[in-house]
């Protein structure tokens, strides 16, 4: 393997990807290393997909360097995909087939001996709490089972990396949480997980590290702990006023907050503590519609770095 | 899990993947849902065919004009009827699913996630067509001999020849459908290229019937060569040379269009 036990699984150098004057990667860099759990945080259009593709060795980049387990995707294609497992942002599943034979014809693609795919499917649809629906055609499942489905065909030739494209954009909150419960195991498991996601809680309950971006670029990095510490406080206090343009009311909350956000439907007060803030407002006099104390979450960050939320 | 089961995995995983191989078993699995049905198809169709054509209209052109170059008409139409219903199955195999695989369910997108490379998915599906369109050719030509239209024993080549025709169009097929963007394409396929070229490629009259500015274009189409050849084997009057120059151009044509398929579906998926 020409890949050094210090070198990380995954690194980017300048990658840019472009589709005729559209430039969706503009010349990130990044390292994923060994075990780790890393994330894609930014809105749609911001160039995550995109970046997965190319890791994925199924989009020749078109600038800068891109190095996977050691390899080049442009002339070892085939070599790296061997050793990743890729759940698309849809599911490509073969519907008119049942549950356990998209395993097994999967299994295949690998090159895999046919009772090695047997026995792995049935691993995999145990995990993937799938095995009652094992002879099940795909077509008329559900969403979070497709996707659970997705998951264990990608595992089934043992990645090193597991490549997950918003793993649960699109699944009610019940299959989210079944979803995410699979994910940390995987990570317990030692399995090096790449995401993107533009849910904050997805990314905080997932990722050792992720990347925040933005236009194609890379525009804040490190833990979602970190992250919040550097761009945020470590509370929000969130008033809604009973008025078109929350503008109006920045001047009754002035020197309240350390710093004040303001979106169509509420202010947001960035503050140590939003308890403190909030009994101010209540002795100014300030009469809100609703008054709400959080704690800061990604999304602030994402608001503090780009001036937009994440999800429109 | 299992560490044994790993140390398997991982040998196997030094090989480059399932290759074609692998492709060609997933389309096996998808037709073992509605083999029963194509089978009745195949059988019917000829059947319904031979009779309506052969037998029906056959009456009539063989009272008036005594045959078709010296033998009845079920007897000129049948080898045409060959070439012709194998092309369509092939045709059929190569549209729909095509498309379908790139949009509708993007199968494609999960077999070029892993070691297949573009290659493995045009030749392993290809290979699944050749022996889809194999066993509708078989069908066919049992049904037509047992109804006595097959006057040699240099007739069963007609089968691997019609086969030929059939990957010919197939191979080309798939190039055009790996470029649609929706199936209104498809239907004006059928529409404007299968449906006049299994009528006017000899299938059921001789060319030579056609004006003289329509014929040039029927020898350019893969149908005709197969429609040719696959007659003079059935009636004993092959010559070597004829059926190795039609065979030869039809290799072409298969060729030709697994070359395309494989560029026009890269430059669609791998972008």
Known sequence: MPLSPSEPLIRARGL???????????????????GESFGFLGPNGAGKSSTMRMIGCVSPPTGGSLRILGMDPGTQGPAIRARLGVVPQRDSLDEELTVEENIWVYGRYFGLPRPVVRERAAELLEFAQLSERARSVVEPLSGGMKRRLTIARALVNTPQILLLDEPTTGLDPQARHVLWDRLFRLK??????????????????????????DH??????????????????????????DTHDHTAHLADVDGIADRVEVLPDRLLLYTPDGESAQSEIARRGIEPLSSLVRRSTLEDVFLHLTGRTLVD | MASDLEVTTDRAQRLAGGGWQAVAVHWLRKYRRVWVSTLITSSLSPLLYLAGMGIGLGMLVDRGAGGVGGVPYVVFVAPGLLAASTLQVAAGETTFSVLGSIKWTPIYHGMLATPLR????VLGQLVYVLLRVTSAAIVFFVIAAALGTVRSWWGLLAVPV???GGMAF???CFAYSANL??????????????????LFSGTFFPIEQLPGWLQPVAWVTPLWHAVEACRALVLGTATVGGVLVHCAYLAVWLVGGYLLSVRVLRGRMVV
């Open chain 1, 16 to 34: 840019v990807k472009t589709f005729g004057d559209f430039t969706a990667v503009d010349g990130i860099d990044v390292d994923v290393h060994p």
């Open chain 1, 188 to 213: 317990r498991e030692g399995v090096t997980l790449v995401l993107t996601t533009h849910y904050m809680d997805e990314a905080e309950q997932l990722c050792d590290r992720l990347v925040v971006m």
């Open chain 1, 216 to 241: 194609g670029r890379i525009v804040a990095e490190g833990s979602p702990r970190a992250l919040i510490a550097e761009h945020s406080t470590r509370e929000v206090l969130e008033l809604r006023f």
């Open chain 2, 118 to 121: 573009v290659r493995d998915v």
């Open chain 2, 162 to 164: 019609s086969v030929l």
């Open chain 2, 170 to 172: 197939a191979s080309c």
């Open chain 2, 181 to 198: 963007r929706n199936d209104q394409g498809i239907m004006l396929m059928f529409r404007f290229v299968v449906m006049p070229m299994s």
